[in-house]
């Protein structure tokens, strides 16, 4: 069943990155007012990247949990047997920005591990129920990544 389903979204790929692109830059122009929110969809962040061999920076609109002061992403990529190109840059360069809504917010990404991916994983899935149906369609786990909030000092470093 994965395989066929891939042989059918693989094509879109292209057509969905254009989409995200748009997403994204109605989302900054606006300050969050359109594109944080849609229709069933939970919230939506943009997250700023550098490329991991590029350099070049990227925005990707993404869904988003909360854990407190920290969010929480998960690299699904809809199940895609890769992970997302958006999670390589963001291991490489885990210093980074979000914009939540209006907000711009410093972050560290890290990855979860153990039981706090667990627990995580057990959130993110209250908040989009097809998560469970993206890690079904994938051998490779699916990563948990958390975005904490950077001191100024943090930021001056």
Same mark, same amino acid.
């Given at each position: ?5 891939? #042989? ?19 989302? #900054? ?28 920076? #990227?925005?990707?609109?993404l869904l988003y ?71 079904? #369609? ?20």
């Amino acid at each position: 069943m994965a395989r066929d389903y891939w #042989r059918i979204v693989d094509p879109i790929w292209p057509a969905l990155s254009r989409l995200m692109y748009a997403h994204a830059a109605i989302y #900054r122009l606006t300050g969050g007012r359109i594109g944080q929110r849609m229709r069933f969809l939970p919230q939506v962040l943009l997250l700023e990247n550098v490329g991991a061999k590029s350099g070049a920076k #990227r925005t990707t609109p993404l869904l988003y949990a909360v854990d407190g002061e920290k969010l929480v992403l998960v690299a699904s990529k809809g199940g895609y047997p890769k992970n997302p190109a958006w999670f390589h840059n963001l291991m490489a360069h885990p210093d980074t920005m979000v914009q939540v809504g209006s907000e711009q917010r410093n972050v560290h990404a890290r990855l979860a591990r153990g039981e706090e991916r667990e627990r995580l994983w057990s959130l993110a899935v209250a908040v989009y129920p097809t998560y469970k149906a993206y890690q079904r #369609r994938t051998s490779r786990e699916i990563p948990i990544v958390v975005l904490e909030p950077r001191t100024p000092e943090e930021r001056a470093a």
